[in-house]
Each structure stands twice: as C-alpha cells, then as structure tokens.
Nanobody, 121 residues
C-alpha cells in the first residue's frame, strides 16, 4: 500500500509563514508528479503548486511570489513553503502524488489526509 502523510499545518497570523511536508511511503516504483491542492469552505478545490519529475514547476497565480514548492526525491517528500500568508489562504491543504506502485502498473493518483491552514489575526 501507498501512504501519504502530511504535516505542518496550523494557525498563523497574516504575513506569517508555514512549511507543509508530505512524505510518500510504501510500494513506489516511480513518481511522476508531487503537488498540493487546497479547498476552502464553500469553494472548489484549487491546484496550488506541483513539481513534476520532468518539466517545469507549476504555481497558481494566487500564490506566485509567496509560496515555493520543492521536492526531495531521496525521501519521496514534497514541501510547500508558504510566506506572506493571507486570510484567503485559509483552507485544508491536500498533498497529491501521481506514481506507479510497480513497473507493471500504470500511474495513479494518491491523496494525503489533508492539513488545516488557518490565517487569522
């Protein structure tokens, strides 16, 4: 089985920073993409950032210049450094990974459990 474990969420004041982590473990043959979605109350899920194994890093316009996504391939871990946080960043943040569990299996999406980020004074 494949597991994604997220950490790093919490309560922070506007202008503050948080660093989210998501570690994948279990049966992993290859990872194609690691990234983050978020979902705020009464809003649709939004892609925040993603880092593919090949190609360019992707960032949502709403977080460009403030958030930085990075990936540690040796640890199968993706990070989201969030700076200059705004109240509108408040959401549950979900890690996702597109990976193949073996050389004979096609890639599929796995989701983390979500971590709450609340930006409030």
């Amino acid at each position: 089985q494949v597991q994604l474990v997220e950490s790093g969420g919490g309560l922070v004041q506007p202008g503050g920073s948080l660093r989210l982590s998501c570690a994948a473990s279990g049966s992993i043959f290859s990872i194609e993409v690691m990234g983050w979605y978020r979902q705020a109350p009464e809003k649709q899920r939004e892609l925040v950032a993603a880092v593919p194994s090949r190609g360019s890093i992707m960032n949502a316009d709403s977080v460009k210049g403030r958030f930085t996504i990075s990936r540690d391939n040796a640890k199968n871990t993706v990070y989201l450094q969030m700076n200059s946080l705004k109240p509108e960043d408040t959401a549950v943040y979900y890690c996702y990974v597109i990976l193949s569990s073996s050389r004979s299996e096609p890639p599929r999406v796995y989701w983390g459990q979500g971590t709450q980020v609340t930006v409030s004074s």
